[in-house]
């Protein structure tokens, strides 16, 4: 079967840290960019962060500067996202999602797409 499969999300504390997995099957993943998205209930679904399948290279959304690492372990097949010092701000449903090579930060740049997990973070 090919798709992605995020895990990892939940309810925690405003400060608390989180750390999202993706794994994908069926596609060659180590060639591939992998993206985080977000999207909170009734807003647009947003970019969060990149990582190339060309070069490794990173990228991020301003809002999670800082706090926020993308990293991937082409022998797992697998994508994560360390959320750190999280914020009500980042509550949402957060999905992986994969395309060639090369960091896109739209959603329509991105071929496949994971059905999300849930983050919310508390106050």
């Known amino acids: 079967q090919v798709q992605l499969v995020e895990s990892g999300g939940g309810s925690v504390q405003a400060g608390d840290s989180l750390r999202l997995s993706c794994t994908k099957s069926?596609?060659?993943?180590?060639?591939?960019?992998l993206g985080w998205f977000r999207q909170a209930p009734g807003k647009e679904r947003e970019y969060v962060a990149a990582?190339?399948?060309?070069?490794?290279?990173?990228d991020y959304a301003d809002s999670v500067k800082g706090r926020f690492i993308i990293s991937r372990d082409n022998a797992k097949n697998t994508v994560y996202l360390q959320m750190n010092s999280l914020k009500p701000e980042d509550t949402a449903v957060y999905y992986c999602?994969?395309?060639?090579?090369?960091?896109?930060?739209?959603?329509?740049?991105?071929?496949?797409w994971g059905q999300g997990t849930q983050v919310t973070v508390s106050s």
């Open positions: 999602a994969a395309r060639r090579y090369y960091i896109a930060t739209t959603t329509g740049a991105y071929d496949l």
């Open positions: 990582i190339s399948g060309s070069d490794g290279s990173t």
């Open positions: 069926g596609l060659i993943f180590s060639s591939d960019a």
